[in-house]
C-alpha cells in the first residue's frame, strides 16, 4: 500500500505509464507532481525565474512519462527516480541545454533520463546541510559583489558544466565577455573568501 492509503503501487504507476495509460500519468502526478514542483522551486528559485520553473515541471514529467519504461525497483524508489530526472531538466535549462535531448533517445536503451544518483542525494533531493565545507562555501558566495554571486550559484546550479553565458548575460543585462569575466573573477574571489573562513575560529564565522 502507497503512503497515500492507495492500493496503487508506485510500481503499478510506472507500468501503467510505461504502457502509456493516461490514467497512471493523472495518478502519477496527483502522488508526485507537488513534491517535484516543490524541489525544483527549493533548489533552483534561486537561479530560475518562474516561467524557467514551470519549463523544468514541463521537461521533467514529459521525460518520466516518454522513459517510464526505463524505471525499475532497482533504481531506487520511484520519487528518487523522478527527481533526478527534474534535477535534469532544471540543470539543463540553467546550462541551456533544452534544445537538448533529441527525439532519437527514447530509442537508444543505454540512455537514462535520471543519470546516476549523486553520492549526497536522497529520496527528496540534496541534504548536504551537516557538511562544514558546504556551509563554508555558501558563506563565501553570500560576500561576493552580486553579479559573481549569481554567477557561482548559477554554475553550481547546472552540475557538471557551467551555466549559459548568454542567457545569464540576458538576465542581468550584460554581455557574454562581462559574465566570463566575471566568473573568473568571482572564482578567485571565492577561494579566497572561502580559505579566510575555513581560518576562521568557529564562533566568528556568523
Not at 526505463?70 to 531538466?89: M, T
Not at 560576500?143 to 554567477?151: D, E, G, K, W, Y
Not at 554554475?155 to 566568473?183: C, F, H, M, P, Q
Request: net charge neutral; proline share 3%; with cysteine.
Amino acid at each position: 500500500m502507497a503512503d497515500d492509503g492507495s492500493t496503487v503501487t508506485d510500481s503499478d504507476i510506472a507500468l501503467m505509464m510505461a504502457e502509456k495509460d493516461q490514467n497512471g500519468l493523472r495518478l502519477f502526478l496527483e502522488r508526485y507532481g507537488g513534491r517535484i514542483k516543490a524541489y525544483l522551486v527549493k533548489y533552483y528559485s534561486s537561479v530560475l525565474h518562474e516561467g524557467e520553473l514551470e519549463e523544468a515541471l514541463n521537461a521533467a514529467v514529459y521525460n518520466i512519462w516518454r522513459f517510464a519504461d526505463r524505471y525499475h525497483e532497482g533504481k531506487g524508489f520511484l520519487s528518487s527516480w523522478c527527481i533526478r530526472i527534474a534535477q535534469r531538466a532544471a540543470q539543463s535549462i540553467v546550462r541551456r541545454e533544452m534544445k537538448y535531448r533529441s527525439k532519437n533517445l527514447e530509442y537508444d536503451v543505454s540512455y537514462d533520463p535520471a543519470g546516476d544518483p549523486p553520492v549526497e542525494e536522497t529520496a527528496e533531493g540534496l541534504d548536504q546541510a551537516d557538511d562544514p565545507r558546504l556551509e563554508n562555501l555558501h558563506r563565501a558566495i553570500e560576500t561576493l559583489p552580486s553579479l559573481q554571486r549569481a554567477i557561482i550559484k548559477a554554475d553550481l546550479a547546472a552540475g557538471n558544466g557551467l551555466a549559459d553565458a548568454g542567457r545569464l548575460a540576458e538576465i542581468y543585462g550584460t554581455s557574454k565577455n562581462s559574465i566570463y569575466v566575471s566568473r573568473s573573477k568571482a572564482r578567485e574571489n571565492l577561494k579566497k573568501q572561502a580559505e579566510k573562513i575555513s581560518r576562521r575560529p568557529a564562533g566568528k564565522r556568523s
